[in-house]
């Protein structure tokens, strides 16, 4: 045979280097490789559903307190002698077959003379269509102007208790939206200063060891061998009964912020017992840097995603302790609004016995509480988004 032969197809080789990653992979695998810290946490946080609808839950019930005088649709001190104790009325959108739109039925009721009860009947005659963006009960926003702007009014003469009323003719709906504004934000400030305090002396105590750690260690057992109620009860009614409902608010907050902080130090401590002999910790000391500029800025970092766990799991406790002291009396008072203060009213057992949408401010605890919860478990299991 003379000359070259041509290259048979079926045992040709390719020359280009082989690559076992299709584009796809190789992009996912780029973007994980380059990826920073948070954004693996944010991927890994977004694959646990329930936390995820948990955290969506809480940012929409949180961005509602501001405007809480605009969602009620009554001021909260304003009272219908009329319907004392008035059952819930049910949203409709159809009457005998036809579009209305979100309407009421009104209530017919009569005094029972023999168990001086008010019987409610719903008439299904009275049709009350619901107002949105009207004028309706009078309020001061915020305490700094007057306003009567509502998302939803009820029809004029007409009544819209979609949670019933309480013994004084009280919208129970209106007062647990106002309410919300108070037992939330106690949370969120309790857990400021359980933050502050628990990462400053874990961190102490982790990083000095010691004498230091030894104080620290005996304090933290101290309070923690104290019972947390009947503490939280004796400090609250200590504070005096002449203060004013803004400084039992703070002074609450401070009490929970201050029996709060021993299971995050405890928390920080562990950690920086681990992170503190890491080659990058030594690198920083053997370079002349402080103790505080470790600790601030190399050691806290590090871990600083399971702090964030940790506080969204401290909150709930402070909302409870919140809710029973003022469900006890010892925590806030009247006028002052909070989900606690509602549930005062229901310690009647005939009442709730009777009246069993009294103890309606006790599904916004629940709701809140199981999403906190979940929202921590899923922020506990984002932190290490390397497992």
Same mark, same amino acid.
């Given at each position: 045979?003379?000359?070259?032969?041509?290259?048979?197809?079926?045992?040709?080789?390719?020359?280009?280097?082989?690559?076992?990653?299709?584009?796809?992979?190789? @992009?996912?695998?780029?973007?994980? /490789?380059?990826?920073?810290?948070?954004?693996?946490?944010?991927?890994?946080?977004?694959?646990?559903?329930?936390?995820?609808?948990?955290?969506?839950?809480?940012?929409?019930?949180?961005?509602?307190?501001?405007?809480?005088?605009?969602?009620?649709?009554?001021?909260?001190?304003?009272?219908?002698?009329?319907?004392?104790? &008035?059952? $819930?009325?049910?949203?409709?959108?159809?009457?005998?077959?036809?579009? =209305?739109?979100?309407?009421?039925?009104?209530?017919?009721?009569?005094?029972?003379?023999?168990? %001086?009860?008010?019987?409610?009947?719903?008439?299904?005659?009275?049709?009350?269509?619901?107002?949105?963006?009207?004028?309706?009960?009078?309020?001061?926003?915020?305490?700094?102007?007057?306003?009567?702007?509502?998302?939803?009014?009820? !029809?004029?003469?007409?009544?819209? %208790?979609?949670?019933?009323?309480?013994?004084?003719?009280?919208?129970?709906?209106?007062?647990?939206?106002?309410?919300?504004?108070?037992?939330?934000?106690?949370?969120?400030?309790?857990?400021?200063?359980?933050?502050?305090?628990?990462?400053?002396?874990?961190?102490?105590?982790?990083?000095? #060891?010691?004498?230091?750690?030894?104080?620290?260690?005996?304090?933290?057992?101290?309070?923690?061998?104290?019972?947390?109620?009947?503490?939280?009860?004796?400090? /609250? &009614? !200590?504070?005096?009964?002449?203060?004013?409902?803004?400084?039992?608010?703070?002074?609450?907050?401070?009490?929970? #912020?201050?029996?709060?902080?021993?299971?995050?130090?405890?928390? =920080?401590?562990?950690?920086?017992?681990?992170?503190?002999?890491?080659? %990058?910790?030594?690198?920083?000391?053997?370079?002349?840097?402080?103790?505080?500029?470790?600790?601030?800025?190399?050691?806290?970092?590090?871990?600083?995603?399971?702090?964030?766990?940790? !506080?969204?799991?401290?909150?709930? @406790?402070?909302?409870?302790?919140?809710?029973?002291?003022?469900?006890? #009396?010892?925590?806030?008072?009247? $006028?002052?609004?909070?989900?606690?203060?509602?549930?005062?009213?229901?310690?009647?057992?005939?009442?709730?016995?009777?009246?069993?949408?009294?103890?309606?401010?006790?599904?916004?605890?629940?709701?809140?509480?199981?999403?906190?919860?979940?929202?921590?478990?899923?922020?506990?299991?984002? !932190?290490?988004?390397?497992?």
């Amino acid at each position: 045979m003379t000359g070259r032969e041509p290259p048979n197809d079926d045992y040709y080789v390719d020359p280009a280097p082989f690559d076992p990653y299709t584009d796809e992979e190789r @992009t996912a695998e780029d973007s994980l /490789s380059f990826a920073s810290q948070w954004q693996l946490i944010w991927w890994k946080f977004k694959r646990h559903r329930l936390a995820l609808i948990s955290g969506i839950f809480l940012l929409v019930l949180y961005a509602t307190i501001p405007f809480s005088e605009l969602i009620a649709p009554y001021n909260p001190s304003t009272r219908d002698a009329d319907h004392l104790y &008035a059952p $819930p009325q049910s949203l409709h959108l159809f009457h005998e077959g036809r579009f =209305v739109g979100p309407f009421v039925y009104g209530y017919d009721y009569a005094l029972d003379l023999n168990s %001086f009860k008010r019987t409610y009947r719903i008439n299904t005659d009275k049709v009350q269509p619901l107002h949105f963006f009207c004028r309706g009960d009078s309020y001061h926003f915020w305490g700094l102007w007057q306003g009567r702007f509502h998302f939803v009014c009820p !029809a004029e003469g007409g009544t819209f %208790f979609l949670m019933g009323t309480d013994r004084l003719g009280h919208d129970m709906f209106s007062r647990i939206v106002y309410g919300t504004r108070i037992s939330l934000t106690i949370g969120l400030i309790g857990i400021a200063i359980s933050f502050v305090l628990g990462v400053f002396f874990g961190a102490l105590s982790g990083y000095y #060891g010691g004498w230091v750690d030894n104080l620290i260690q005996r304090l933290i057992e101290l309070l923690r061998s104290l019972p947390e109620l009947p503490l939280w009860m004796a400090l /609250s &009614a !200590a504070l005096p009964v002449t203060w004013s409902p803004i400084y039992i608010y703070f002074g609450i907050t401070v009490i929970l #912020g201050l029996l709060d902080w021993p299971s995050l130090a405890r928390a =920080v401590r562990s950690k920086f017992l681990s992170v503190r002999e890491e080659n %990058f910790a030594t690198a920083a000391v053997m370079m002349g840097a402080s103790p505080v500029r470790v600790m601030r800025r190399h050691l806290l970092p590090s871990f600083s995603s399971h702090l964030i766990a940790s !506080a969204s799991l401290s909150i709930p @406790t402070m909302i409870l302790g919140e809710t029973a002291l003022s469900y006890l #009396g010892l925590g806030l008072r009247p $006028p002052v609004i909070s989900w606690g203060v509602l549930l005062n009213e229901a310690q009647n057992l005939a009442a709730i016995q009777f009246y069993p949408w009294t103890i309606a401010p006790m599904a916004p605890v629940i709701l809140v509480i199981l999403a906190f919860n979940f929202l921590g478990d899923g922020l506990r299991d984002a !932190a290490d988004p390397y497992t």
